[in-house]
Structures are given as structure tokens and as C-alpha cells.
């Protein structure tokens, strides 16, 4: 009989009863229920219904001795069920709940479930002695712990970390526990050590957390490494007490571990018992087995081969990065350095090559190893200056180059990567150090800003590095801790990012203008428009040329064709499945409501998550994948929808065109017959301007109206999107038709940023010698001087006339409108147009315009000029609010770079965004946090 059918206990409802009587009740009918030889095994869907009662019937008991009771009689049905597949089965159940319900238990219930995972842990391997530890059912309860939505799963998100932490804590002594209850009882098979410690030695090797792996390796391989070698040195210690029989001292009871160290074998229980020397040894072949498996992820295999080294009882040599010391460890501690054998060359540079090539800290650490060798002596010289040594350390650090500079290089340096390196990273510290003068001043920021544009894509890996490096939540701190620029540091990084990668799009574009329009091909021109947004071309190519390749196994699983050599090769043939190869990628038309949306006129976003897009974008797309299988495919301004048009190689053959928006219905279109009825009903009466194969200057020009004409839909962008839109479209236009009256609207949206990288830098040597590039300079000098003027104003309350109640950094509501805002600047007075000020009745207010003055950012990410009689401080400013106004308000760390809370005061949270260290001796001397008559100062800012 099966849990499910009629006469089964509906045992889930009663065990999750509130009474107390009913769930001891439910508990016994439990046990009973399981024990019973004759019932089937329970299905899965039913054991998990089952033990979501089990578990709210433990959630309810609440004396202490009660729930270590119940955790006991929990525990012990799974050696009270007759059958071991009913037991494992019951275990699954355990496990599978655990794993789902541990994120909701609070931390007033936390312990007792970590009594009774306990307990369980316990009775699984009561019940695997039980079996003799059978290798199949051992692996078989493996197999639980280590499955998706199991405890042990490396892969799986949903675990949570704490989980397996406290299961590395007990389970050793659980199985030192189990094994030592039980062979009091009667003899027992050794227990496996190889089997019942793979779970936790592959989460090691395959986690992606640190903390995850120093735990396990601290609580369960530390500890167990240690405990064999306290029984060999004891063993040691036995046999030379042995003539004189003494008595006192150490014994190996004493030791940690010593019932599991004295029954286990390494990989199965007909091997016998092993002593503690050969278990040692196993284990550490076997972690090093582990760490040689292909799903080890490399910095977890370096650190497991750690083990081993330190474990073994050979001599090792240290290499301190810092001090460039070699040091020596093992059982040689005085032995001297110019007593070791020199290694041959080539060992020597298959040692160097094992060294990691990444973008991270090991990877520059690595690379400073290399740089200390070839200062060693001539061996080691020898062995870093191989010319194949750089490679991948180059590779893996430099993602991206300036064209003409990496020419250079090439031509300087050929192949010798080493002396690329060093001249990219001399570019690299150049970059820093002007980032770090952006950070840390105002004054000549714009000018360092300038130098890293001029640096463009050489700039590009290390800005990227140092924004992963900086990249960390909102920190929070008290009055008496420090805080660095490490946000406002991030922030600067990944602007000089968007600014160098627009220098880019607009270097890349004015060769259209300056070489000749057909040196810019359509897929690279449009490709470029994503730098205008911060996605440079190694984000976008590699998508295009997935997809060529995936287009190509395509055709060919269909047995298309795409050799003209081949007999049967049909271009339309292959353009259809090219169309119908887009639609199985979900590439389509756009709906209606949508057409609009910004995404679509972004090829990062229209290459992965807005596919349903419009026809431009979707030809941009079948044009990159037809001329990667080789066909001669260009865009087409059609009247109302941009085509594709198709050049056939055959001059007999007449050229055709290809409707990707509309390819579902008809994707071939012929010149003779399909494009002459589509003109007509269009009333073009002129058509060879419409059918005509164009280069990339029509397209980016029609992407620039796109762009104007979704940001005037109802369709809603961020400010930020909106701005990078705005820039976008304008530079293109101004760039491609040079029409004089675009610079006064396009330069109402830049600021001093913008001026000094991608304008001055791209843009006005597009234009080239005119008019129109005399106008654009003298706009940008313009900003510039403006600019200069507001970095020379330091204004401090304490030197006004008028009083300046609030300070920068405050988080206020308006008194009017509701909106929450952050102060991030003020002026004594109004110094606002008279336009605006009468437009918004600031004669009306009390003071009227003879009161400070407030600049704020706002929620919805606006800018505002607030008057201080309609500023009210938040009286309880959580740390949720400061949060939300960084997650709005994408430029905040721009100026401040962390938040100073006091959690504490009057029962109320107070707080205040602080700016970085050196922009502090900008404000004044002291800030009151809040209202006058608050008596919680903050630190002098001098």
C-alpha cells in the first residue's frame, strides 16, 4: 500500500496541527507508518507533502528538551524503516526541505534546526554502518546531498551558504560519533573516507565562493589532516615507549577523530582498516585527484594542491612578492639556496608557464613573479624573457587596443609580448594617476580627462579592472571610522569608460566624413552606436559572430549550401534560412506598442534581450551574419522599411531583396516584380533612390531620427538613457550633415565631461577645417571657461552673512511637493533667471528669493534648485532611503562616497552623505546632521 491511497494516515495535516497532543500523536502514527514492512514505498510528491508537515511539527515545539526529543525521534525513523531504499528515500525528503525552507527560519529558531540537521547527519551514517558502508549506497546518499536543490550542490544558488557551513562543523565529529556508539555494540566495517568525504572535497574544488572554500577546508580538511598526523606522530611515540611500558602521557584516545582514524579505510571497507600514515597519504592523492578534474575551477585547484604541499613532508620554497625573498619551510629550514641544483631552462620555463593569466590580482601577481625572475640571475632572465611566456598574460589582461597604437607596438616590438606589456602598462599607470587627480580635484579634472581620452581603447582594460576592483555597495559608517573614495572612485572609472568608448563611435564615424563614406562598413557604423552607451565592440561583435556560426551549422543541419561552388547553391534558399534561422533565435518583428522603445535602436540590446525589434536593427543583424558566410548583402532605404539587398555573383542573375521585418510572410523579393508594386503603393515615382544598395551614412543618420523620435513617445527612459540618447543622435547628425543650428541644442545637453573627451577630442576633428568646426570649438571653449570659474568658488557657511541651516549631503522632503532629494550644493541667495523665478512664485515664499538656496538631486533622478523654507529634514532617515536615492540617482557617487548613520540617536536614525576624503576640505568646517538643536555633530571637515 502506497501513502496515497484511501486508508494511508493523512498524517501531514495533523503533524503540522497546533496541539501539541495531536503532533506527539502524529509522530508515533509516523514511526509506525514507516516501520510498517508492508507498506510501498512512498512517491516523492507525497514525501515531500509528508515532510512539510514534519517540518512545521519541529517549528512548533518550543522547550528545549522537547526539541532535542523530537529531534532525536525524528532521526531515529530512518533507522526504524525496514527497507534502505524507504530510509534514503526519507532522506531525500529531509534534505530536499531543508535546502527550501532554511532561508525562512529566523534567528530564534536557527539553533534547534542545527540540532536537528545534526541528528540526522548522525542517523545517516548509523544507517550506512548499518550496511557495511556499502560503496553503492554510500554513493547513492551522495547523490542526495550533492543534486540540485541538494545541501552540497556547487551550482546551485538556492543553497544557502550556511547550510553546508554548519554541516563541515559536525561532520566529522558525527561520523567519529556514529562510528565510535557503534562499535561498542558489536564490529564494524571501516568507514570509506574517499566516499563519505567527496561531497564536501568537489564543493570545494567547484564553488565559487571564497569564503565557501576556506570554511570547508578550515573545519573539515584542516582539522582531519591534523588529527592523522597527531595519531602518526603517536604511533611514533607508542613504539618508543613500548620497552618501558610507560603509562602516562598521550594516548590515542585523547586524540580529535580517534574512533574514525582507527576504523577507515580510503575506498572500500574490503581493504580493512588503515594505519594513519597510509589513510594520510590517500587522502591527500586523492584531494589532489580532485584538484586535477577538469570542473575544478583554477584558483580552488591551486589552493587544494596547497594542501598537499603543506601536508607533505618535503621542503618548500616561498616567494614573498612584496619583499622579492625567496624563504624556505619543511624539514629543511636552514638549508641554504646556493646549495640547490640549477634547474634546466626549459623545466624551468614550464614551471613559469603554469603561473595564471587573468585580469584579477593573481594575474598581476603573476606577472610581478615574472618581472622578479629576470632580475634573479642569467637562468632565470633567460627563462622570463621567452618570447611565448608573455603571450597569455597580454591576452588575458588587454582586451582592447587603439588600432594605430597597437600598429606601432607591433612594428616596435613585433612579437616580443613582453615588451608590449610593459609599454601597455606604462599607459596603464599613466591612466591611473590621472584618475586619481579626478577623484581627489576638481580644479584640472577636465584636463586629465582629456589625457585619457587621447589614450582611447589603450585606456579602456585598466579603467574596466579598477571599476571591478572598486565596485561595492553603499558603505555605511559611524563618526569615528574612515571612508574612502572607493565609490566616487568606481563612478569616475566607469564614466572615462563611456567617455573613451564614444571617442571611439565618433573617431570611427568622422572616417566616413574624412576618408570617404565607404570606408566605414554599415555593420561596423552601427555596431559603434552601443559606445554611446557604455558597450564597447567586444560586447557586440562576439554576439554577431556567435551568431554566424551558429547560422552556418544551421544551414548546414538543413543541407543548404554556401559554397557557389556547390551544386544546388541558391542565394534565396540561403537568405530564407538565414530569415528563418533569426526567427528560431527569437529575432522578429516588433509589436506596436514597442516600436519605440529605446532598446531597439541599440545593437547590445537588440542582440539579446529586445529581439523583437525594428526592421533597421533586424538588418543590421542579417547583413552582419550574410556577409560573414560571404554574400554581398547591404541595407536598403526603402520607403516606410528598411530591406536588405542581395548582389548575386552570376551577372546573369538579377539581384534581390530581402523583407528580414517581414519574413515570416514573404522573405524574397523580387526587383522585377515584388519592389515595383511595393513603390507604387507608396506613390514613389522615382524609385532607383529607394532600391539602391547604401553605405552607412544613411543608416546612421536615419538611426539618429530613431533616436530624436523615441525619446518624444510615451514610451520612459532614465535621464541618464536619455541624455546618452540625446548625445547620441546629435553627434551623428552634426558629425554626417554638419547643420550649424544642431551645436546650440546639442550643447544644452553636454557638460564639461563631454567637451573635454569625445567633442574636443573626436568630434570637432571629424567636422574638419570649416565654419561649423570654428562655431563647435568655440561652444566647447565656452563650457570649458565656465567651468574653470565654478571650480575656483569655494563657498563655506561659516564665512556667509546669511545663516545656511542645512549642509550638504542632507536627505530632505519638500514641504510642498513630497519628493525626497539630497542636498549637493547651496547658494546664500537666489541666484536663479528672473524668468524663473517669477515662473515658480519664489516671491510668494516667506523670504522670498533673499534665503539660501538649495542645488538637490531628487528620487526621479531630476536636478532642482530648492529654497531653504520648503527643505524639511527627514526625521527618521533609514538606511533604505540612502539605498534608493543611489539606485535613482546613477551619478550620486560623483560627489559623495558614502553615508555617515547614527542608528542610535533618540531612538531615530540619522544620517548624511559624505564626501570623498579630499573634496572635504571643500565644506565647511563643521556640519550640523539634521535640524538646528540636534546635538550629534559630525567630524571636523577641515
Known amino acids: 500500500m502506497t501513502a496515497s491511497t484511501s486508508n494511508a494516515p493523512p498524517l501531514g495535516k495533523y503533524l503540522a496541527s497546533t496541539d501539541k497532543k495531536t503532533r506527539d500523536k502524529a509522530i508515533k502514527n509516523l514511526s509506525t507508518f514507516l516501520s510498517d514492512s508492508s507498506q510501498d514505498a512512498i512517491p516523492k510528491p507525497e514525501m515531500i507533502k509528508l515532510w512539510k508537515g514534519i517540518f512545521y511539527c519541529f517549528w512548533m515545539s518550543d522547550k528545549p528538551l522537547v526539541q532535542q526529543a523530537l529531534a532525536s525521534e525524528l532521526a531515529e525513523i530512518v533507522l526504524t524503516i525496514t527497507t534502505t531504499t524507504s530510509s534514503l528515500g526519507f532522506l531525500s525528503g529531509f534534505w530536499e526541505t531543508i535546502v527550501r525552507e532554511w532561508n525562512g527560519i529566523d534567528r530564534l529558531r536557527m539553533d534547534k534546526y542545527y540540532m536537528l540537521v545534526r541528528r540526522f547527519v548522525n ?6 554502518i548499518r550496511e557495511n558502508w556499502d560503496v553503492k549506497i554510500v554513493e547513492e546518499y551522495n547523490k542526495i546531498l550533492c543534486r540540485e536543490g541538494g545541501p552540497l550542490n556547487p551550482a546551485d544558488q538556492r543553497v544557502p551558504s550556511s547550510l553546508p557551513f554548519h554541516l563541515s562543523d559536525i561532520y566529522l565529529e558525527e561520523l567519529d560519533k556514529a562510528i565510535r556508539t557503534t562499535s561498542e555494540d558489536s564490529s564494524i566495517s571501516p568507514a570509506p573516507l574517499k566516499h563519505i568525504l567527496m561531497p564536501f572535497l568537489q564543493l570545494a574544488a567547484r564553488t565559487n565562493a571564497k569564503t565557501t572554500y576556506k570554511h570547508l577546508e578550515s573545519t573539515l580538511l584542516e582539522p582531519l589532516l591534523s588529527s592523522l598526523s597527531s595519531h602518526e606522530d603517536l ?3 607508542v613504539r618508543s615507549r613500548k620497552r618501558r611500558r610507560l603509562n602516562s602521557g598521550s594516548n590515542e584516545e585523547d586524540l580529535p577523530y580517534s574512533a574514525l582514524i582507527s576504523n577507515s579505510c580510503f575506498d572500500g571497507p574490503s581493504s580493512g582498516a588503515l594505519p594513519a600514515p597510509v589513510l594520510k597519504k590517500k587522502l591527500l592523492k586523492g584531494i589532489f585527484e580532485v584538484a586535477s578534474e577538469p570542473e575544478t575551477k583554477d584558483p580552488n585547484r591551486r589552493k587544494l594542491s596547497t594542501i598537499r604541499i603543506r601536508s607533505s613532508e618535503v621542503c618548500t620554497l616561498t616567494y614573498d612578492v612584496e619583499s622579492g625573498k625567496v624563504s624556505t619551510s619543511g624539514p629543511l629550514p636552514r638549508l641554504r639556496l646556493e646549495m640547490f641544483p640549477q634547474l634546466p631552462l626549459d623545466i624551468l620555463i614550464v614551471i613559469l608557464e603554469q603561473l595564471p593569466a587573468s585580469r584579477d590580482i593573481e594575474g598581476e601577481i603573476s606577472a610581478q613573479v615574472l618581472g622578479r625572475c629576470a632580475q634573479a640571475n642569467d637562468l632565470f632572465r633567460d627563462a622570463a624573457y621567452t618570447l611565448g611566456l608573455w603571450e597569455s598574460h597580454y591576452n588575458a589582461r588587454y582586451h582592447y587596443s587603439d588600432e594605430s597604437a597597437e600598429l606601432q607596438r607591433q612594428t616596435q616590438f613585433g612579437n616580443n609580448y613582453r615588451l608590449r606589456y610593459i609599454a601597455r602598462r606604462t599607459i596603464d599607470r599613466r591612466c591611473l594617476d590621472c584618475l ?13 580627462a582629456t589625457t585619457i581620452a587621447r589614450m582611447c581603447l589603450d585606456a579602456w582594460d585598466v579603467l574596466d579592472i579598477e571599476m571591478r576592483r572598486c565596485n561595492r555597495p553603499l558603505v555605511f559608517c559611524r563618526p569615528d571610522e574612515k571612508l574612502d573614495a572607493t565609490l566616487t572612485r568606481e563612478y569616475w572609472a566607469g564614466t572615462m569608460i563611456k567617455a573613451i568608448l564614444r571617442t571611439h563611435a565618433v573617431r570611427l564615424w568622422s572616417n566616413i566624413v574624412l ?3 565607404d570606408t566605414v562598413s554599415f555593420v561596423d557604423a552601427l555596431s559603434a552606436i552601443s559606445c554611446f552607451v557604455g558597450k564597447g565592440p567586444k560586447e557586440v ?4 559572430d556567435s551568431l554566424i556560426k551558429q547560422c552556418r551549422d544551421f544551414l548546414n543541419e538543413r543541407g543548404c549550401p554556401t559554397s557557389p561552388e556547390d551544386s544546388g547553391y541558391s542565394l534565396p534558399d540561403i537568405c530564407s534560412h538565414i530569415c528563418e534561422f533569426l526567427r528560431s533565435q527569437g529575432f522578429g518583428p516588433v509589436e506596436a506598442p514597442n516600436f519605440h522603445n529605446m532598446a531597439n535602436l541599440f545593437p547590445h540590446s537588440y542582440l539579446t534581450t529586445n529581439k523583437k525589434t525594428i526592421p533597421l536593427s533586424l538588418v543590421h543583424v542579417f547583413v552582419a551574419i550574410a556577409r560573414g558566410l560571404g554574400i554581398a548583402a547591404s541595407p536598403v532605404a526603402f520607403p516606410m522599411r528598411v530591406i536588405a539587398h542581395v548582389s548575386s555573383p552570376d551577372p546573369s542573375v538579377d539581384d534581390f531583396y530581402v523583407d528580414v521585418f517581414g519574413s515570416e510572410d514573404k522573405a524574397i523579393l523580387s526587383l522585377r516584380r515584388d519592389i515595383p508594386v511595393l513603390l507604387a503603393r507608396q506613390g514613389v515615382l522615382s524609385p532607383v533612390d529607394h532600391i539602391s544598395p547604401c553605405l552607412a551614412t544613411p543608416m546612421l543618420l536615419r538611426t539618429g531620427r530613431n533616436i530624436l523620435a523615441a525619446l518624444h513617445t510615451a514610451v520612459r527612459v532614465s535621464n541618464s538613457m536619455a541624455k546618452d540618447a540625446i ?11 554638419r547643420s550649424e543650428p544642431l551645436i546650440g541644442q546639442m550643447f544644452s545637453q553636454v557638460d564639461a565631461l563631454d567637451v573635454a573627451t569625445f567633442i574636443s577630442e573626436a568630434l570637432v576633428p571629424g567636422i574638419g577645417q570649416s565654419h561649423i568646426s570654428h562655431h563647435l570649438s568655440s561652444a566647447c571653449q565656452e563650457i570649458m571657461s565656465q567651468e574653470v570659474r565654478e571650480a575656483a568658488v569655494v563657498r563655506l557657511r561659516s564665512e556667509e552673512e546669511t545663516s545656511i541651516q542645512h549642509f550638504v549631503g542632507l536627505v530632505f522632503q519638500h514641504k510642498i511637493y513630497s519628493y525626497t532629494g539630497c542636498v549637493y550644493g547651496w547658494d546664500p541667495i537666489c541666484l536663479a533667471t528672473d524668468e524663473w523665478i517669477a515662473e515658480m512664485g519664489i516671491k510668494n515664499l516667506a523670504r522670498g528669493k533673499d534665503q539660501p538656496f538649495y542645488s538637490c538631486f531628487c528620487m526621479d533622478g531630476t536636478v532642482r534648485y530648492v529654497a531653504e523654507d520648503n527643505i524639511q529634514p527627514l526625521d527618521n532617515c533609514s538606511r533604505e532611503v540612502f539605498e534608493k536615492l543611489k539606485e535613482k540617482i546613477d551619478y550620486l557617487p560623483r560627489y559623495f562616497t558614502g553615508v555617515l548613520m547614527n542608528d542610535e540617536w533618540a531612538g531615530f536614525s540619522r544620517g548624511g552623505l559624505l564626501f570623498h576624503q579630499k573634496l572635504k576640505k ?21
Not at 542517523?123 to 550506512?128: I, N, V
Not at 586619481?436 to 586629465?448: A, F, N, S, T
Not at 548625445?727 to 550633415?737: D, E, G, P, R, W
Open 727 to 737: 548625445l547620441t543622435a546629435f553627434s551623428i547628425h552634426l558629425l554626417l550633415t
Open 515 to 517: 576618408q570617404g563614406s
Open 235 to 237: 604511533d611514533d611515540e
Open 436 to 448: 586619481d587627480k579626478i577623484v581627489e580635484e576638481r580644479r584640472g579634472r577636465y584636463d586629465h
Open 922 to 942: 571643500l565644506t565647511q568646517r563643521m556640519m550640523l546632521l539634521g535640524r538646528p538643536g540636534w546635538n550629534l555633530l559630525l567630524p571636523c571637515l577641515k
Open 123 to 128: 542517523a545517516s551514517f548509523r544507517l550506512l
Open 541 to 544: 561583435y562576439p554576439l554577431l
